[in-house]
């Protein structure tokens, strides 16, 4: 390794570690902005998605340049492809935390006496695995990695438990439906976020054992 490609190497980690916290706290403003409906907050991170883009692309940028200038092989190359799907995933992360904190001023949900879904036990769920996934990341640790796959099953019960509650009120309170979409759509976005941890997990087993693991622990 030259000591050229090796710098190269060490600014693309410290971009794409800079990047995941970016996005991270852009999916913690937003969950506090739906759970606090804080609008003020919701609106700082739909302000801050065209700075999160524009460093997605240069992430990218810097990924297709060293592989065209150095041509990396072995455990080089698995990082630098690592790195173009996680960099990809993140910003599809921060673009679902938008959507979330768009919709933060419609949460409120008139439940006439009716137990309220609990959202915020999804909401937690979601941002751990996005933050167990930037630790196996930033710690290059497996064990990490995995447990965030394993997660992903919570998640998904999750959202089908909402969408049972939410037809359920829909039928007895259509005057609420406006709102309970809204619930159900934000429920969908983190089952999506998740989905996104998922794979930056699966992507950093690959970068560290060269080993593709999609699907495999999902079904066991």
């Known amino acids: 390794m030259t000591k050229h490609f090796q710098n190269e190497i060490e600014r693309l980690k410290k971009k794409i570690l800079r990047f995941a916290a970016m996005v991270e706290e852009a999916l913690q403003k937003a969950v506090k902005a739906a759970t606090e409906r804080n609008i003020e907050l919701a609106d700082r991170v739909i302000d801050s998605d065209q700075a999160i883009d524009s460093y997605e692309i240069e992430v990218e940028e810097d990924c297709l340049k060293i592989l065209a200038l150095h041509q990396p092989v072995a455990a080089d190359l698995r990082y630098v492809v690592a790195v173009l799907k996680i960099n990809s995933d993140l910003e599809r992360i921060a673009d679902l935390a938008v959507n979330i904190a768009e919709r933060a001023r419609d949460l409120?949900?008139?439940?006439?006496?009716?137990?309220?879904?609990?959202?915020?036990?999804?909401?937690?769920?979601?941002?751990?695995?996005?933050?167990?996934?930037?630790?196996?990341?930033?710690?290059?640790?497996?064990?990490?990695?995995?447990?965030?796959?394993?997660?992903?099953?919570?998640?998904?019960?999750?959202?089908?438990?909402?969408?049972?509650?939410?037809?359920?009120?829909?039928?007895?309170?259509?005057?609420?439906?406006?709102?309970?979409?809204?619930?159900?759509?934000?429920?969908?976005?983190?089952?999506?976020?998740?989905?996104?941890?998922?794979?930056?997990?699966?992507?950093v087993i690959y970068m560290i054992e060269g080993e593709i693991v999609r699907h495999q622990d999902r079904d066991n």
């Open 108 to 203: 409120t949900i008139r439940s006439n006496g009716t137990p309220s879904f609990d959202l915020e036990s999804m909401l937690d769920a979601a941002t751990i695995m996005v933050k167990q996934s930037v630790d196996a990341l930033v710690k290059h640790d497996i064990v990490i990695a995995h447990e965030v796959i394993q997660s992903d099953d919570q998640v998904d019960d999750l959202h089908r438990e909402a969408y049972r509650y939410v037809q359920k009120q829909i039928q007895a309170y259509p005057e609420n439906v406006e709102s309970l979409i809204s619930l159900l759509n934000t429920t969908r976005d983190l089952e999506r976020i998740a989905d996104h941890a998922t794979n930056i997990a699966e992507d």
